[in-house]
């Protein structure tokens, strides 16, 4: 697929030539701090030092943070029962492992609930309030969902089950009646960060507790490793609190003693040298952490991650990863015949994406749709049948709000959930058409043509002499990379290939040299050989690529990724 490429706009010159020469960097480097708002040497310092001391915002900015903790102390005080309740997602389960990890500390009569996924569906069910009343809780706290559960809070209210929600989905038009409700998405919260995930709004309750109790954070910290899995897989922009909090956890994760993300680690199959960073996390911790959920239930994934004895993690992680397996497997089937039913129905030319089909894996629909968007580049929403209903995944494409089109046709729907990028639905069988007719009519009218065609936004444009170990150990850096603040993308042009070879027959490796310069370094591109033949002619190009290291019996040595190629006509 063609894919346009975009220059961020060049910065201030005189702005960039003050940061360099402050921070004895070169002119390139200080255009992609500058690039990222970072214009002065405090706000550098701050950007390459997070500190947690420091750099966290007073957790009792967010609203109704005061009643949640004096009623988490009461139920403590008062030995209250308590249930951890959260979603089956890997920040829903990282979430309940957290706050049920820490609370374990200070409380006995904890227990945790993670709901099915098809017998009780999303956020908080009626099940699991009912349960909660047979065991005699009378507190509980649910992270990751809640902040549309408002008839169910009534319930819960009957039944005298006070419930402190901790979400960060965007609120309907009315705020849950529950005892305190914690989103910094409401628009009565002044709490300055918006994008915390659902493990970030429970970290910020765990801070809050803390600090009224004068319990030392040093107490809470070592859980930033289950934190940053939640920041890393729900897509959040890795900034503000979110970088520093990223930053820690991945130090923390590379140094865990947690039993269970050990033996996660293990049957990822890490070897022993990686340092594990934002993106091994997304591809290989999470996938198995989700696959718990997909497949059977995810309750599954927090006994593995609050798990202190090696034997039982070792047994549940094998366990996870075998669901992570069999989940691979539907999503490659799936995703075929979704791709077969597009180009069967001439739904090429359409602005969206619709499918239905009764018999598709409930648990695997949203990876289906992500597949999909990576071939056809439309808003899409992948359905299955489900206890008589139409329930799915949608899910976007880059600077387009899918939340807003769904709520749209909110008319069509028994319930939807999510935000800009991501939504769940439900319907009924009758209403699958009317609701595709009238999404695609609305996306039709919102979306601008360029959206439809995917976009490589590009840092800077460099000559591959500008590339040293220096310039990437700066850049390395920037890390953690993530959402608005991703891995830096170059361009470099007039480049041609030597010792050209095709890899397993998908991918193109080869050695690439700049016209007028000696500099060369081995490229590698996965899954593009449609560009080999033309590489392999001696034809000369440009280079969209991200800059790695390519570790190889002992060796390391810088390499480049590519993201892309234009060929000179």
């Not at 220096?470 to 850049?475: A, E, G, N, V, W």
Request: with cysteine; proline share 4%; glycine share 6%.
């Amino acid at each position: 697929m063609q894919k346009r490429w975009i220059f961020k706009e060049t910065p201030d010159p005189q702005l960039v030539d003050q940061l360099a020469s402050s921070l004895e960097i070169s002119e390139s480097m200080a255009t992609l701090l500058v690039q990222r708002g970072i214009k002065t040497f405090d706000a550098a310092k701050n950007f390459f030092r997070p500190s947690l001391k420091n750099h966290l915002h007073d957790p009792f900015l967010m609203q109704d943070m005061e009643k949640a903790v004096i009623r988490l102390e009461k139920a403590i005080e008062h030995k209250e029962k308590m249930m951890i309740y959260g979603d089956y997602d890997v920040d829903g389960t990282t979430s309940v492992a957290l706050v049920y990890g820490f609370l374990q500390n200070y409380h006995s009569l904890l227990d945790y609930y993670i709901p099915d996924r098809y017998l009780e569906g999303y956020g908080i069910s009626k099940t699991s309030i009912d349960w909660a009343k047979e065991q005699g809780i009378t507190l509980v706290i649910a992270l990751d969902c809640g902040i549309k559960s408002v008839e169910l809070m009534d319930y819960a209210n009957e039944q005298g089950i006070d419930y402190i929600i901790c979400d960060h989905h965007m609120p309907g038009q009315e705020i849950p009646r529950a005892h305190a409700v914690l989103d910094p998405k409401r628009k009565d919260c002044t709490y300055p960060f918006k994008e915390l995930s659902g493990c970030g709004v429970g970290f910020k309750l765990m801070q809050a507790y803390c600090l009224r109790n004068n319990i030392d954070l040093e107490e809470l910290y070592p859980f930033l490793d289950l934190l940053v899995i939640s920041i890393a897989c729900d897509i959040v922009p890795i900034i503000g609190e979110n970088r520093v909090m990223a930053f820690y956890g991945l130090r923390q994760l590379n140094q865990t003693q947690r039993t269970g993300i050990k033996a996660l680690i293990d049957v990822a199959k890490f070897s022993d040298d990686t340092v594990l960073d934002i993106s091994n996390v997304v591809f290989g911790l999470g996938p198995r952490i989700n696959a718990a959920g997909r497949i059977q239930h995810a309750k599954k994934a927090v006994m593995l991650l609050v798990s202190n004895n090696k034997k039982e993690a070792d047994y549940v992680a094998e366990l996870i990863n075998k669901d992570n397996l069999q989940r691979r497997d539907l999503d490659s089937s799936i995703t075929e015949e979704a791709l077969s039913m597009i180009a069967q129905n001439r739904l090429e030319k359409s602005k969206t994406t619709v499918l239905f089909k009764e018999n598709w894996h409930k648990g695997v629909i949203g990876i289906v749709a992500s597949r999909c968007i990576e071939s056809y580049h439309r808003p899409t929403v992948i359905l299955t049948q489900h206890n008589g209903k139409a329930t799915g995944s949608a899910r976007s494409v880059p600077g387009f709000d899918l939340y807003e089109a769904i709520d749209a046709c909110a008319d069509l729907l028994e319930q939807f959930g999510g935000h800009t990028h991501a939504a769940g639905l439900t319907l009924t069988l009758d209403k699958i058409e009317p609701f595709r007719q009238k999404f695609e009519n609305i996306v039709a009218k919102q979306i601008d043509e360029e959206q439809l065609t995917p976009l490589i936004e590009i840092d800077a444009k460099i000559d591959l002499k500008d590339i040293t170990g220096k310039f990437y150990r700066i850049l390395q850096q920037f890390a953690p990379f993530g959402p608005a603040n991703m891995r830096p993308v170059f361009v470099s042009e007039h480049l041609y290939a030597d010792y050209p070879k095709l890899l397993k027959e998908k991918h193109v490796k080869f050695r690439t040299r700049q016209e007028g310069s000696d500099a060369f370094f081995d490229a590698i591109g996965f899954g593009m050989p449609e560009h080999y033949e033309r590489i392999a002619s001696g034809e000369r190009f440009a280079l969209c690529y991200n800059i790695d290291e390519n570790r190889y019996r002992g060796q390391t040595s810088l390499q480049l990724k590519i993201k892309d190629i234009k060929f000179y006509e």
